[in-house]
């Protein structure tokens, strides 16, 4: 298991389809690595597991570094409890 975690937010604008806003975690040893190059590791990774349309635009919307696994948990908590308490 890596020791940190790189959360990148995409956005994927289809043609004729609605925005779809996707996010991936990089796991790495290391997080010295400019937003852009793991922008770059992310939109590979979609285009990978999807055949898209020649003319579909990624957008990056956020990249996020967290020095340990705790760290990125931590934030998915958040996350989560800030979403079900939208739901109250």
């Known amino acids: 298991m890596f020791k940190n975690n790189v959360l990148v937010i995409i956005e994927i604008d289809e043609p004729n389809k ?26 590979a990774a979609f285009k990978s597991a999807k055949n898209y349309p020649a003319n579909t635009k990624f957008i990056c919307k956020h990249v996020i570094k967290f020095n340990d696994v705790d760290e990125y948990l931590k934030f998915f908590k958040n996350q989560l409890a ?3 308490a939208m739901d109250k």
Request: proline share 0%; aromatic share 10%.
């Open 18 to 43: 609605a925005s779809d806003v996707r996010y991936i975690t990089i796991g790495c040893s290391e997080i010295n690595k400019t937003d852009t190059e793991f922008e770059k590791e992310a939109i």
């Open 82 to 84: 800030d979403y079900l």
